[in-house]
């Protein structure tokens, strides 16, 4: 059904293309002279009814669901008194929503059942309106086309003008892509800051999202503090890097300037394997051998390990960052140019100090700026820690201990079932836009060295 | 008077110690090459010692009489179906009576719970079998497939197990009489999600992931392959296209966790797409897929020499008809190459998917993009979090399944580049 209006517009396209297309045909073999080819006249009718079909039927779309939504909650009887909560209303819309897709339970009210009917009719109504307007306007453009056909008509031009915008269009997207995700967190944050204040948010030292069910309920009004998810964070992140930053170096090292042609051969596309495991499967790696490992090992030398120690899900970490962080390498010492290698050999330096105290210097910042990549991907990184790390935020800096980090919190407070307006998913928001403004900062701030530190030796 | 030292005298003493530091080096980058290696070993070795036993089950092959006492024709499907299977059972079974409502229980527990319905199907399929006895194969539960992969010992003390001796003795006999076969488990791939680890199987995550990459790949596609054509051939130097460039690449290091917060808040609250929904999980994957596109169309676009698109001009051609009839079709491995690869990424994405619910239970596959799904990496975190032991080697089972079309992926990808790539 949803399909119905895209395969009309590619109908239309086609009889536009055709429609032109015959008609600057026929022209040409009548031996007038024309402007463009045939085929960019077809090409230009069909673009103009494509483009504008198109984003009619994009619009109608995206907003058929809201319109409708907000005509059935005009039309419901006004709820008494104190139920008039947006929670209440958006239960009732729920439930007149499962109506309407079919699933009773019990005998629903009979005003609920009006709303389904009405609902459902408004959904077809729409449905065949879309498809309707979709024609006239198909046909509209067309005859249009058709009708401002002339021989001098500059097509070609005019086709080019048009893929220009719709490339322009693409573009918007990236743009769009990177506004939708700063006002979907802003506004749900600001959301939040109603709720909780921004100093208890960002200094409180307790971090315990649960909400109360019932108004006098004990024990939890619930505390958003993130410092400990924080403190978590960077845990699990240093473990993570202590493992990654020097095996990730000494493996570059050694295949840049060690390693025989065909070990390398080999070894840079094994590395690449390890990059292109998905992170859920280092999060089962973790909990099925790494966290049975550290325990059986904390056994042995006497230390206590949590079952979801910071330590195990930082080392798995760790582990899927190290071909990053070598290939970031790799390349920044490749980058260095060979006169600089040659010249500190032939003053006699072993290669060890060649590399050492030459090519390393040299590299250096895309080396760094690789490290400050990695430590953003860690920060960012979910799986394996939702799968591998704690859900109780707990202030410690033992990495031997449990400890949560931001996104395990964001994954946990909005899994299962969740309404737009307790402070539980708000706070998944709240958090969001911390990591993403942390993140951001750390890889602009990565390119920023990459960039200025940058020796240029041409 | 002291013999003066030359510098090569000094070199020479030194020597040792700064050979010394050049394999300790050299050691250390081995050691730390070997370390990622034996991680990943580790890795490939423990799935593939805890999934290989899912690719088989265990069956119990019985022959059943269908007892029209117990099922009618005119009450079809309904029947005692699990009766008809106890009694089968107990056939197969010396010693065993089955007066006890609690005996047949236990007995009827050697079979998986859905062993009934699949029998179900077969009479209601075809009433006529109704009087008589028929060969069934069906799967056994949990318990029993894992004593007979070996994953239950019995020689353990009987309190630490989760079959008594009453129960393994069961299991012996139906063995004895050659009943029991473990043949390759293709419920594994064309079963749905079930709460029972011997029926649970990946069809409906792998339909909803093939929905959400195909709904990746559509939107995903064209929109970086134009979004790379204006900025690479046909943008004008400004502060605008360094904009989208600075923009572009920054969105290709967003956490995937925060794609998901966007899809959540703007997709499923704003535009009330439907929860779970494979088509919410693509657009998602698209826009975190774009990036990588937009960066691999560039980089193949770039990789075309200059004298190509001067030729193009130098004939008359304006600029659209050199991209589109010259650059673009002679770049086209490199960008198909860069989507493959980003699409396997996009294959082994979770995050986003958990956060706008492709997590839920869901026992059908999906027959559309519009209803619920979950996607394999998905199903992957749910089967992990599952206590039951069967799901923790069928967690294993489908980590190499996802695995097996990832290298798949790869290696078309690697196949493309190797054999359509030109060097110029």
């Known amino acids: 059904m949803t399909l119905l209006p895209f395969v009309l517009l590619l109908v239309g396209a086609m009889l536009a293309y055709a429609v032109n297309h015959r008609a600057a045909a026929s022209l040409r073999s009548g031996g007038a002279r024309l402007h463009s080819s045939p085929q960019y006249h077809g090409l230009f009718a069909a673009l103009t009814v494509l483009t504008s079909a198109l984003l009619l039927a994009l619009v109608w779309l995206a907003l058929d669901d809201v319109i409708i939504d907000h005509l059935i909650r005009r039309s419901l009887p006004p709820p008494d008194g104190d139920a008039a909560s947006a929670g209440a209303m958006d239960l009732v819309m729920a439930e007149i929503h499962s109506l309407a897709r079919g699933q009773t339970f019990g005998t629903p009210e009979p005003w609920k059942q009006k709303a389904a009917d009405r609902l459902t009719a408004f959904r077809t109504g729409s449905a065949v309106a879309l498809l309707v307007s979709l024609t006239c306007l198909s046909i509209g453009v067309l005859t249009l086309r058709r009708r401002r056909f002339t021989p001098e008509l500059r097509a070609r031009q005019g086709s080019e003008r048009l893929t220009h915008a719709v490339m322009f269009a693409c573009c918007a997207v990236a743009l769009l892509t990177t506004a939708g995700i700063v006002a979907a967190l802003l506004f749900e944050t600001a959301k939040f800051l109603q709720k909780v204040p921004l100093s208890e948010f960002l200094f409180g030292l307790n971090w315990e999202p649960q909400i109360p069910i019932r108004e006098d309920q004990v024990a939890a009004s619930g505390a958003f503090g993130w410092t400990p998810v924080l403190v978590g964070t960077l845990v699990v992140t240093v473990v993570a890097l202590v493992v990654a930053v020097p095996t990730g170096l000494f493996a570059a090292i050694y295949l840049n300037e060690f390693a025989h042609r065909r070990f390398k051969r080999v070894a840079k596309p094994v590395l690449e394997v390890l990059a292109g495991v998905p992170t859920v499967v280092y999060g089962f790696f973790a909990i099925l051998v790494i966290s049975p490992a550290m325990r059986r090992l904390g056994d042995a030398l006497g230390l206590d390990v949590a079952p979801n120690s910071a330590l195990a899900a930082g080392l798995v970490m760790g582990v899927m960052l190290i071909p990053f962080i070598t290939s970031f390498a790799d390349d920044a010492l490749s980058a260095v140019p060979q006169a600089l290698r040659d010249g500190a050999l032939a003053l006699g330096s072993t290669r060890a100090e060649t590399m050492l105290k030459v090519l390393f210097p040299a590299a250096l910042p895309g080396i760094v700026g690789g490290v400050l990549l990695a430590v953003s991907r860690a920060i960012g990184e979910t799986m394996i820690v939702v799968m591998a790390a704690g859900l109780i935020a707990r202030l410690t800096l033992n990495p031997l201990d449990s400890v949560t980090t931001v996104t395990v919190q964001i994954v946990t407070l909005l899994i299962g079932d969740t309404a737009f307006d307790n402070p539980k998913t708000l706070a998944a928001f709240a958090l969001g836009t911390m990591l993403f403004l942390v993140t951001l900062m750390i890889n602009i701030l990565a390119i920023r060295v990459v960039q200025k530190y940058r020796e240029t030796y041409d | ?424």
């Open chain 2, 1 to 424: 008077m002291t013999p003066q030292l030359t510098t090569l005298d000094r070199v020479q003493a030194s020597l040792g110690r700064r050979r010394r530091k050049e394999r300790l080096l050299r050691a250390s980058g081995l050691l730390a090459i070997l370390f990622a290696f034996a991680m990943l070993g580790a890795l490939f070795l423990s799935l593939i010692s805890t999934g290989h036993s899912a690719f088989v089950q265990t069956h119990a092959t019985l022959e059943v009489y269908v007892d029209p006492d117990e099922i009618r024709e005119d009450r079809l499907p309904r029947g005692g179906f699990d009766e008809v299977l106890v009694a089968a059972l107990g056939r197969a079974l010396d010693g065993v009576a089955l007066d006890e409502r609690s005996t047949r229980r236990r007995v009827g527990a050697i079979l998986s719970n859905g062993a009934q319905f699949q029998l179900r199907d077969r009479v209601a399929a075809d009433p006529s079998l109704i009087g008589q006895t028929i060969t069934l194969t069906v799967p056994v539960s949990d318990p029993y497939d894992q004593l007979n992969k070996g994953a239950i010992d019995p020689d353990t003390p009987e309190a630490n197990r989760r079959l008594d001796d009453d129960q393994i003795a069961m299991f012996t006999q139906l063995q004895a009489a050659g009943l029991i076969s473990t043949p390759l488990n293709w419920g594994l791939l064309v079963n749905a999600d079930s709460r029972f680890p011997e029926l649970a199987g990946l069809k409906g995550a792998l339909i909803g992931s093939a929905w959400a990459l195909i709904v990746c790949f559509l939107i995903s596609f064209p929109l970086g392959i134009g979004a790379a054509i204006y900025l690479e051939e046909l943008a004008p130097r400004n502060r605008f296209s360094t904009l989208i460039e600075v923009n572009i690449n920054n969105l290709a290091a967003v956490p995937s966790v925060v794609y998901g917060l966007l899809a959540l808040s703007v997709f499923i609250g704003w535009f009330g797409l439907p929860r779970s929904a494979p088509l919410v999980g693509g657009m998602t994957l698209a826009l975190m897929t774009m990036p990588t596109i937009i960066i691999a169309t560039r980089a193949a676009l770039k990789a075309v020499p200059a004298s190509i698109r001067e030729a193009a001009l130098g004939l008359g051609a304006s600029r659209q008809q050199v991209v589109f009839g010259h650059v673009l079709p002679l770049a086209m491995p490199g960008i198909l190459t860069g989507t493959i690869i980003g699409l396997a990424q996009a294959l082994g994405e979770t995050a986003p998917l958990l956060l706008i619910g492709m997590n839920a239970f869901i026992t059908s596959a999906p027959d559309g993009p519009l209803s619920s799904a979950t996607a394999l990496p998905t199903q992957i975190f749910i089967w992990a979090d599952s206590p039951e032991r069967g799901f923790a080697s069928r967690t294993s089972a489908a980590i190499l399944v996802l695995l097996g079309f990832l290298i798949t992926m790869n290696a078309v990808a690697v196949f493309l580049r190797n054999k359509l790539e030109r060097k110029w």
